[in-house]
């Protein structure tokens, strides 16, 4: 069948395909008894309606594959179930973010998917590999013509081990295409060949989410909730801006707090703490709440690295904070964050949000004289100097930006700040992501 190549971020060329009737299954009885996912009070529970995807997750899963797709497939409207194939149902991800799944992936072994999507990462493309119960829903997926795919390197270490490859065109992470069959390789951020996507990396994760959007509920949809989600082309004219530039450089490895609530964007704080880890910072997760396991906005279970009570000694280069409207509420109820908010700004250290978050800065008095920006329903309740103009907003040592989509771009400028554009660029490289420099 005919591949298609879509540039990056270029949605409104994404052709609509023909849309497949909805499959109608028994759920996982895990999921039945989520508290975070549908539930029906009857014995016997109606047939879901909705379309219903397949996300697995292994030990060493790339986890900004993992939750944007599971993020934006949710927004979009979809079933979405994360399921581990480990024994336990957390999962430690590639750069040591902790996923807790929602079911175990045997608990998935009879369920009919309009989409089963596999994330990359190394060794979590070998744990999916090797897992016998995922190899056969993925090829009765293949062999029933019903969508799947894969990015960055298991489209080469899983699907094509599978067979899965076949009579198809593919495209995978740059270190892996010399896996890929000459004739079948193709360099394309995303690459829809019949049934099968694939894509490239953690910096093509919205366009590969977005593909299946398209696929499972239209061209409008996808576009729609591309906006939503701040793309590039949508959101700003700027993709970052700086004001009052001052040094960040330090002389010792840059200590980062990024706290998380129960309503945190776990997206932004997934890819957070994934590129600054890349780029060698130390990154500490904590968690506002009594305990370190956290709900995001989209339901996805995160475990931080400890409790914001046990981060209130440490001192900290730089303290960032996630959106989500939920969360910040939470932020506000925390008298150790705010302490901690302040003590940072006495002291001249470097501090900033995403997303709704900045409303917290505002509140504590620490946007005075600042330039700043935040998502487009939150900029509003700032009083001041606001731009809605550029993605990410840099006033000597206060960042803020959009969220979203916009967060690469805020992780790889905080990299630039610290170690020069030379570092950024390799980690934009390594992710798959283009960037724009200063």
């Known amino acids: 069948m005919a591949a298609m190549g879509f540039s990056p971020f270029d949605y409104a060329s994404l052709s609509v395909r023909a849309q497949r009737p909805a499959v109608n299954s028994k759920r ?31 030990m060493g899963t790339e986890e900004m594959e993992a939750v944007i797709l599971v993020d934006v497939l949710r927004r979009a409207g979809a079933e979405v179930f994360m399921a581990s194939v480990e024994t336990e149902l957390m999962v430690e991800a590639s750069s040591g973010t902790n996923l807790v799944a929602d079911v175990c992936i045997d608990e998935c072994a009879d369920e009919v998917f309009d989409l089963v999507a596999l994330p990359g990462g190394m060794p979590g493309s070998v744990r999916l590999r090797d897992c016998e119960v995922l190899r056969r829903i993925t090829v009765r997926q293949a062999e029933e013509k019903r969508l799947y795919g894969a990015i960055c390197a298991a489209p080469a270490v899983a699907l094509m081990h599978w067979g899965l490859h076949k009579r198809k065109q593919v495209t995978c ?31 093509t994760s919205f366009e590969f989410a977005l593909s299946f959007v398209e696929q499972l509920f239209g061209h409008d949809v996808a576009v729609g909730l591309g906006g939503r989600l ?26 980062v707090l990024i706290p998380i609530a129960n309503g945190s964007e776990e997206m932004e704080v997934v890819m957070l703490v994934d590129i600054l880890r890349r780029a060698k910072v130390n990154v500490t997760v904590a968690s506002v709440e009594k305990s370190k396991r956290i709900i995001g906005s989209q339901n996805i279970k995160l475990m931080a690295d400890l409790s914001i009570t046990d981060s209130s000694k440490p001192i900290y280069d730089l303290i960032i904070l996630p959106g ?11 008298r150790i964050l705010k ?21 917290i800065l505002h509140n504590q008095g620490l946007l005075k004289d600042k330039l700043a920006t935040a998502h487009p329903a ?57 960037y724009s420099g200063s």
């Open 173 to 203: 992470h740059p270190a892996f295409m010399d896996k890929l069959p000459t004739f079948r390789a193709v360099k394309s951020n995303i690459l829809v060949s019949g049934e099968l996507t694939t894509s490239r990396g953690p910096g």
């Open 339 to 359: 302490k901690l908010l302040q003590e940072q700004m006495k002291a001249g250290r470097i501090y900033g949000g995403i997303c709704s978050s900045p409303i």
């Open 378 to 434: 939150a900029i509003a309740k700032l009083t001041g100097n606001v731009t809605e103009n550029s993605g990410v907003v840099i006033d000597g040592k206060v960042i803020t930006g959009k969220g979203l989509c916009t967060v690469i771009d805020f992780s790889l400028a905080i990299i630039s700040k610290l170690f020069g554009n030379g570092r950024a660029r390799s980690v934009a490289e390594g992710i798959v992501f283009k």
């Open 324 to 334: 989500g409207t939920a969360g910040v509420e939470r932020f506000q109820k925390s």
């Open 230 to 255: 701040l793309l590039p082309t949508h959101c700003c004219q700027e993709r970052k801006k700086e004001f009052n530039n001052v040094d960040w450089s330090l002389e010792h490895t840059p200590n």
């Open 28 to 58: 996982p009885a895990a999921a039945r008894a989520s508290s975070s996912l549908n539930t029906a009070p009857t014995s016997a529970p109606l047939p879901s309606l909705k379309k219903k995807v397949l996300v697995p997750i292994g």
